[in-house]
């Protein structure tokens, strides 16, 4: 099985956890590579591939280039040690199109995509072993230190916003479970990811207060409200007004559902 990294920049790995070294050749292969990879499983066609790859521009020869490089990425898996190549190479051709062979590839893109999947579907201390093993995976921006392609900007956008959605619901868990260390870990995540979105900010804000550090929670709320004042000309919502509230008057609070 290869192990296709992408949170960061792409790394590709063997079965006993060895980066290979993969010569693609060109930027141009590697890139069709990383589509294949996003669509893991999924046949993408030749005419899509061009469409993403020239954008919207391809040269008349382009499907022959194409081919090319389908075949300039068979042959730098197979020289950096692709396994089972006796079965034949894990692009495989379909009528029209390519895709990566899901049964001898995997990708941390999928992975992340199957624990949040999961973790939506059991109770709240499963779903937080499985949210917290996702978000283990996704430390760092998809495809890092590529170009800012439109359909890689679309895929890391597209994450940003599962790993925020996430990284939220681990924090309501932890608090719930009393685990407020962990919360205001989630919380800094949520609110590294999207600054203007105040569910993070309050898991923050309420973990701090939960864990006797008041000082820092009454701050990161006066943060919050300069932020939105600046950026958005809003001030926080309701729900967070009355946890400022909390916080400043140092009243009991019941735990987070």
């Avoid at 790993?163 to 989630?186: C, I, K, N, P, T």
Wanted: net charge neutral; hydrophobic share 40%; glycine share 8%.
């Amino acid at each position: 099985m290869i192990d296709v990294r992408m949170f960061g920049p792409l790394r590709i790995h063997d079965e006993q956890g060895t980066c290979l070294q993969v010569d693609f050749c060109g930027n141009k292969p590697r890139l069709v590579f990383m589509l294949l990879a996003v669509k893991l499983g999924s046949t993408v066609s030749k005419d899509r591939l061009a469409e993403l790859l020239w954008q919207g521009n391809p040269p008349p020869s382009w499907r022959s280039t194409l081919e090319g490089y389908v075949s300039l990425m068979r042959k730098g898996l197979a020289t950096a040690g692709e396994s089972a190549c006796a079965a034949g190479s894990v692009i495989i051709s379909e009528r029209g199109g390519y895709r990566l062979d899901a049964d001898r590839v995997d990708t941390d893109l999928a992975r992340f995509t199957r624990l949040a999947a999961e973790a939506r579907s059991t109770d709240s201390t499963r779903a937080l072993a499985l949210l917290t093993g996702a978000l283990e995976l996704a430390r760092a921006e998809v495809m890092e230190g590529e170009r800012n392609l439109p359909w890689i900007t679309e895929t890391r956008d597209r994450y940003q916003q599962d790993v925020h959605r996430a990284a939220v619901r681990a924090g309501h868990l932890s608090l719930a479970a009393g685990d407020l260390d962990a919360a205001a870990l989630f919380g800094k995540v949520a609110r590294d990811l999207d600054p203007l979105a105040e569910d993070g900010w309050h898991i923050s804000i309420e973990s701090d207060w939960r864990a006797n550090r008041r000082t820092d929670a009454l701050r990161s709320f006066s943060a919050l409200r300069k932020l939105l004042d600046r950026e958005l000309g809003v001030v926080p919502c309701r729900s967070l007004q009355q946890l400022f509230t909390q916080v400043l008057r140092d009243e009991p609070l019941a735990l987070t559902a």
